[in-house]
């Protein structure tokens, strides 16, 4: 008796498990604002990522979930949006998989590296800047756009912030582990650093006077002073150059060439500009800048 | 190895820091945690019922939580702490002292009502009972569950690394994303420096409890 009692229970469970996870999956296929051009007559040489990844008909791409205008999750469909997530789909897009077919995982800066080694994740796109370090362990297509490192004041400058030379003897705030945290350390050692875990509590301190400035890329400052456009302003004078590039796995020279291949197409035909509009172009209000040049190494 | 040579300072000093933020959050939540008892067990209601209401809210309440409200929410009314590791210090011990107080309590419970009977009949007062009759025997059998607020505490003060103090969480994300090829390594020296505060500890803890066990 008790046990088709708990056999019982154990049906309604799977019942209710069955559930969630259609549920899910609706929720999945409604989200497909597919933007880019699928190829789908496409070939590719047998045994490369490529022609896996075609021949699967799915990828999955890491990319922040809370980056405004670059990788930003929309609660509503689950989904992330950004210029890091229209590059991510114009990939796709080349390799012959539909937008909907993309699995979005999200990476932050302290587990991309690990995701991309252990195949977790098949590219990164997430404002992932190319250096050295990071290049004996991964591999960058790309760049597909240059950040720099700007400052943000409170609304009207009172500290007379122009460049990083003026932030000696200041109080100045970012993200501990980041690049631009380091940047100050190792180059403006005069300025007196806070940092924090994410940049969102360096906009507090800054709004309520505990730091003179946040120091970060100049994009995420972009997203926080479009956030509160009468407490804060960007200095607006770039000091660093943060080239953005899409990681891979080490060694696959043949899926980097392609990558790289595919970003100077969206350069010349307009898709990069396109995408830049309609995601990180809205939030700083400004025009497509020059595309960097792809660096093949 | 060359790279834990390189980075020996920083470590050094981000595995002082959780020391200091642990040792001074311990000290401060003991003594805290012990006033909130004594207030617990007083003759006086309202007294009683401010200790209640403060453990229960802070007891309750994430840790996060409580860091968020005195790095960010006491702008508010215009308060603000020196520096960032005295708000840390002020969280850790806050939280605490909720749990110092109720395992404490926990230990009065198990004194025998007889011995605060047989204090007060030879004419001790409120004060006097529960400092040299009470406390002193209730410490004795809560050296265990202190032991496990302390070590709870000692890795609570990694929180602070997200509230602008540079201990060895904060060091941590710091030297992982400037060190993508030395994640494993990293990790392993993080983990050793908590170890050798955790480690120790609970040996100690062991120690004073033989020492001071009540034989009956």
């Given at each position: 008796m008790r046990i088709t009692r708990y056999a019982a229970?154990?049906?309604?469970?799977?019942?209710?498990?069955?559930?969630?996870?259609?549920?899910?999956?609706?929720?999945?296929?409604?989200?497909?604002?597919?933007?880019?051009?699928?190829?789908?007559?496409?070939?590719?040489?047998?045994?490369?990522?490529?022609?896996?990844?075609?021949?699967?008909?799915?990828?999955?791409?890491?990319?922040?979930?809370?980056?405004?205008?670059?990788?930003?999750?929309?609660?509503?469909?689950?989904?992330?949006?950004?210029?890091?997530?229209?590059?991510?789909?114009?990939?796709?897009?080349?390799?012959?998989?539909?937008?909907?077919?993309?699995?979005?995982?999200?990476?932050?800066?302290?587990?991309?590296?690990?995701?991309?080694?252990?195949?977790?994740?098949?590219?990164?796109?997430?404002?992932?800047?190319?250096?050295?370090?990071?290049?004996?362990?991964?591999?960058?297509?790309?760049?597909?756009?240059?950040?720099?490192?700007?400052?943000?004041?409170?609304?009207?400058?009172?500290?007379?912030?122009?460049?990083?030379?003026?932030?000696?003897?200041?109080?100045?705030?970012?993200?501990?582990?980041?690049?631009?945290?380091?940047?100050?350390?190792?180059?403006?050692?005069?300025?007196?650093?806070?940092?924090?875990?994410?940049?969102?509590?360096?906009?507090?301190?800054?709004?309520?006077?505990?730091?003179?400035?946040?120091?970060?890329?100049?994009?995420?400052?972009?997203?926080?002073?479009?956030?509160?456009?009468d407490a804060f302003e960007l200095v607006g004078k770039p000091f660093t150059k943060e080239p953005y590039g899409i990681g891979l796995k080490k060694g696959d020279d043949q899926f980097r060439s392609f990558i790289n291949d595919v970003l100077e197409e969206s350069f010349q035909d307009g898709a990069w500009a396109e995408a830049w509009d309609r995601t990180?172009?809205?939030?700083?209000?400004?025009?497509?800048?020059?595309?960097?040049?792809?660096?093949?190494? | 190895m060359s790279f834990l040579a390189d980075n020996f300072p920083l470590l050094r000093d981000a595995f002082l820091t959780t020391l200091a933020l642990a040792v001074t959050s311990g000290i401060c939540a003991l003594v805290l945690g012990t006033l909130l008892t004594a207030m617990r067990v007083s003759p006086v209601a309202p007294l009683r019922a401010a200790a209640t209401f403060y453990v229960e809210v802070f007891r309750n309440t994430p840790l996060t939580v409580v860091f968020f409200f005195l790095a960010f929410g006491i702008v508010e009314i215009d308060l603000q702490f020196p520096s960032r590791f005295i708000s840390a210090v002020a969280a850790l011990s806050l939280y605490t002292a909720a749990f110092v107080s109720e395992a404490l309590r926990s230990g009065i419970n198990s004194v025998p009502s007889g011995q605060a009977e047989a204090a007060r009949a030879l004419g001790l007062d409120f004060r006097q009972t529960l400092g040299t009759i009470v406390l002193p025997q209730a410490f004795r059998t809560v050296v265990p569950p202190l032991g496990n607020v302390w070590i709870a505490l000692a890795k609570n003060t990694s929180i602070a690394a997200g509230f602008a103090v540079t201990d060895l969480t904060a060091?941590?994300?710091?030297?992982?994303?400037?060190?993508?090829?030395?994640?494993?390594?990293?990790?392993?020296?993080?983990?050793?420096?908590?170890?050798?505060?955790?480690?120790?500890?609970?040996?100690?803890?062991?120690?004073?409890?033989?020492?001071?066990?009540?034989l009956r």
């Open positions: 229970t154990l049906a309604v469970l799977g019942l209710a498990l069955a559930g969630c996870s259609s549920e899910a999956g609706n929720q999945a296929a409604e989200s497909s604002g597919s933007t880019a051009a699928v190829d789908t007559e496409v070939q590719f040489d047998a045994g490369t990522t490529m022609a896996r990844l075609n021949e699967a008909g799915a990828i999955t791409i890491g990319t922040k979930f809370d980056q405004p205008g670059f990788g930003l999750l929309n609660p509503r469909t689950q989904e992330p949006e950004g210029f890091d997530v229209e590059i991510g789909k114009l990939v796709a897009a080349k390799l012959g998989i539909d937008a909907d077919k993309i699995t979005w995982t999200e990476t932050v800066s302290a587990n991309r590296e690990p995701f991309i080694q252990n195949g977790q994740v098949d590219i990164v796109v997430a404002t992932y800047t190319i250096n050295d370090t990071r290049k004996q362990v991964v591999d960058f297509a790309g760049p597909y756009y240059e950040a720099g490192q700007d400052i943000m004041v409170a609304k009207g400058n009172p500290e007379n912030i122009a460049g990083p030379d003026d932030l000696a003897g200041k109080t100045v705030c970012s993200v501990e582990g980041s690049t631009p945290a380091q940047n100050i350390r190792d180059n403006y050692p005069q300025a007196q650093l806070t940092t924090y875990d994410v940049y969102s509590k360096c906009a507090d301190d800054l709004r309520n006077g505990n730091v003179q400035a946040v120091t970060t890329d100049n994009v995420i400052l972009t997203g926080l002073v479009a956030g509160s456009p990180a172009g809205k939030i700083t209000g400004t025009e497509a800048p020059e595309p960097p040049k792809v660096n093949r190494y | 060091t941590l994300q710091r030297l992982a994303n400037q060190n993508a090829d030395q994640l494993l390594v990293v990790f392993m020296a993080i983990v050793v420096a908590y170890l050798i505060i955790t480690l120790p500890s609970a040996w100690l803890i062991g120690v004073i409890e033989r020492r001071t066990a009540i």
